[in-house]
C-alpha cells in the first residue's frame, strides 16, 4: 500500500537522519507539519510495523524500507553541453563543469552528492570540449557520456532529448554548473515533481512563484518568489509527459531555440503539478562569470591578469 504523504516524510526523515531519539516536535518543525498530523503519520507507521521502538527513540524497521524503495530515486541526467563563455579563460580549454574550484570540478560537488544516495545510472550529456568530459569516468567508470554535437546551434532542449533512455521511473534533471555547497539538496527519496528554490524578496533572475502548493509564473525577474536553481525532480508520470511535451515542442518551428526547463513550466505548464523544494542560497553556488570564480579561489586572479596582458 502506497505512503501517504505525511507518512513519506516522517518515514524519509526517520531514515535520512538515523537519529536516536527525535521528539513530535522536532519532527513537526523539521518537516513543516502539525504535530497533530506528525503523530497520526506515527501512529499508523507503527501499527504497521514500518517503524519501531518507543516514545522519542524510534527506528525504521525493515518493513518501513520496503515501504520507501517505490519512492527512491535511481537515475539522473546532468546537462553539461554549454560553452561557458562568461567563465573565459577557465573554459578556454575545458567546459565549465570541469573548472576547478579550490581543487574540485563544479561538476564532481553534484555527483558525489548523488552518489551519495545511492545514484550511479547517471547520464551526462556534453558538447562542447566533450572530450574533457570522459575524464570523469577515472572517478565515476558508471556514468553514461552523450555527445550532443548540435550544441552550438540549439539550446539544451537538444541535450534533454538526447537523454530520454534515462528519463523514465523517476529521475533528477540537472544542470551541470552547479557548486553544491550543501550535498543534502538532493534526496534519496522523492514523493513528487519538484524543484529547488530559495525565497527573494526581490531577484532579476529567472525564478517562480507557489500558487497552491505548485510552481507557477516562471520569469525572470520577479518579487516575493523563490530564485530558480537546476536541480529538478520528475516522477515516473511526469518524465513520459516530459519526453512527448519535449519532441513536440522541438519540432516546432523555433522549438530548438528553448530551454527545457521552458516546457513545463510555461508552453505546457497545464500537464504538470510542480512543487518547491526550499534550499538556503548557500547551498548552492552558482558561479556565472570569471569575476565570480576568482572571489571563490583567488588562484584565478593572477590567470585572469595574465590573460588580459596577452589580449
Excluded at 69 to 80: D, G, M, N, T
Excluded at 136 to 161: F, G, M
Aim: hydrophobic content about 35%.
Amino acid at each position: 500500500m502506497a505512503l501517504t504523504r505525511y507518512e513519506f516524510e516522517v518515514l524519509a526523515y526517520l531514515e535520512r537522519e538515523k537519529t536516536a531519539s527525535v521528539s513530535v516536535r522536532q519532527l513537526s518543525d523539521s518537516l513543516c507539519i502539525s504535530g497533530t498530523a506528525v503523530m497520526k503519520s506515527l501512529d499508523s507507521l507503527k501499527a504497521a510495523g514500518k517503524i519501531g521502538g518507543s516514545g522519542e527513540d524510534l527506528r525504521v524497521t525493515e518493513k518501513g524500507l520496503e515501504a520507501l524503495e517505490p519512492y527512491r530515486v535511481k537515475r539522473a541526467i546532468i546537462l553539461a553541453a554549454g560553452f561557458g563563455s562568461r567563465m573565459m579563460p577557465a573554459t578556454a580549454d575545458r567546459p565549465k563543469p570541469m573548472v576547478e574550484v579550490n581543487g574540485v570540478r563544479i561538476i564532481d560537488t553534484l555527483l558525489d552528492a548523488l552518489v551519495a544516495v545511492g545514484i550511479r545510472e547517471i547520464t551526462v550529456v556534453g558538447g562542447y570540449r566533450f572530450d574533457k568530459l570522459k575524464e570523469l569516468l577515472k572517478k565515476y567508470p558508471y556514468i553514461r557520456l552523450i555527445e550532443n554535437r548540435d550544441y552550438a546551434v540549439t539550446n539544451n532542449i537538444s541535450s534533454a532529448i538526447l537523454s530520454f533512455d534515462t528519463l523514465h521511473g523517476g529521475c533528477y534533471f540537472c544542470e551541470a554548473d552547479l557548486y553544491i555547497s550543501n550535498p543534502r539538496v538532493i534526496a534519496k527519496y522523492q514523493y513528487a515533481s519538484n524543484i529547488l528554490g530559495s525565497y527573494s524578496m526581490e531577484t532579476d533572475d529567472w525564478s517562480f512563484k507557489m500558487e497552491d502548493g505548485y510552481l507557477t509564473d516562471y520569469r525572470k525577474g520577479n518579487t516575493y518568489c523563490y530564485n530558480y536553481y537546476g536541480i529538478s525532480y520528475w516522477t515516473a508520470e511526469d518524465c513520459e509527459k516530459l519526453k512527448k511535451d519535449f519532441v513536440q515542442v522541438f519540432r516546432e518551428p523555433d522549438g530548438k531555440d528553448y530551454f527545457w526547463e521552458f516546457i513545463p513550466f510555461v508552453l505546457r505548464k497545464e500537464n504538470y503539478r510542480v512543487e518547491i523544494r526550499p534550499c538556503r542560497k548557500q547551498d548552492i553556488m552558482e558561479i556565472d562569470n570569471y569575476y565570480e570564480l576568482a572571489q571563490l579561489d583567488p588562484g584565478y586572479r593572477m590567470e585572469g591578469e595574465e590573460h588580459n596582458e596577452m589580449l
